[in-house]
């Protein structure tokens, strides 16, 4: 069966469509002290895939209590599927006496499953810290089918580390030119200016890719430094729309004409579902 967390549900159901198989209908409380409890009530198999992003570290114990429970009702084989995997920015340890979180979560999850799927992990080299077998997948090129007609469309990366991510989409369109955004420290003043690569965007349809669009200033950014090249448009794709705060309103503000996203991250700018990456893989 296919076991959702509560921030996966959109996701699990669209895998249940894909792969034919069952899906379970887990329930979600909360003690009056703030602990979380997640039960999977008439679970009924051998195997079971959890479905759960790691949004906020209620819904990471809520992973932890499904994969539990899965096993104490019979399951002898657990696949976890993590569309979005929280702390994975957290990688490494930035100063004496931090934790590398990406671990800590990853061995957590480890203890509960036989088999974990992530999708676009922000640090593909978290995949290592899991214990046990780890499969990375990439939904980017499903953000291709939420895309509007381009005109000479360049899709930019905010910078060169995500070049790849804005390839696969240009890939899966069929067509336009890649970049990525430079930036450019004086050395006097200090401050930084950001430059949209080598390519002319005037008068071309731009898509600016990137795995997650938190806060928005990122792309906002980015966007201010193409305004004065003169785009037709400019449009955000991203795996992951976290979108927390005002990050929807500044990306509209800076002129952004939409967002697309995948359902790895459930919200109003989910446009394409990132199942059928999981679903080849499963």
Do not use: W
Not at 54 to 69: F, G, H, K
Not at 94 to 101: A, C, I, T
Not at 268 to 282: E, G, H, Y
Request: negative net charge; contains cysteine; proline residues 7%.
């Amino acid at each position: 069966m296919l076991v959702p967390g509560s921030a996966s549900q959109s996701l699990a159901a669209e895998l249940a469509t894909e792969t034919g198989e069952p899906l379970a209908t887990p329930t979600f409380d909360q003690f009056p002290d703030g602990e979380t409890f997640a039960s999977v009530p008439g679970f009924d198999g051998e195997t079971a895939t959890v479905v759960a992003a790691t949004t906020s570290n209620d819904t990471l114990v809520e992973l932890l209590q499904l994969q539990d429970a899965v096993r104490e009702a019979g399951a002898t084989q657990v696949t976890t599927v993590v569309p979005y995997m929280g702390y994975a920015r957290q990688d490494e340890s930035f100063g004496d006496g931090q934790p590398v979180s990406a671990r800590a979560v990853a061995r957590a999850v480890s203890t509960g499953t036989d088999r974990v799927v992530l999708v676009d992990p922000h640090e593909p080299g978290v995949a290592e810290f899991y214990d046990v077998p780890t499969t990375t997948v990439s939904a980017a090129p499903r953000l291709a089918r939420s895309l509007p007609e381009l005109t000479r469309p360049l899709f930019l990366a905010p910078d060169e580390g995500a070049v790849e991510l804005a390839a696969a989409v240009r890939d899966a369109y069929g067509r336009g030119t890649t970049d990525f955004f430079r930036k450019h420290r004086d050395r006097d003043t200090g401050s930084v200016t950001v430059e949209p690569g080598e390519t002319d965007p005037t008068d071309r349809d731009v898509v600016i890719v990137d795995d997650i669009v938190a806060t928005g200033s990122t792309v906002s950014e980015a966007v201010a430094a193409l305004t004065a090249r003169d785009p037709e448009r400019v449009i955000a794709a991203c795996v992951h729309p976290m979108l927390v705060g005002n990050a929807r309103t500044r990306l509209a503000a800076a002129g952004v004409d939409r967002v697309v996203a995948t359902d790895t991250i459930e919200c109003a700018t989910s446009s394409v579902s990132a199942a059928p990456a999981v679903a080849d893989v499963l």
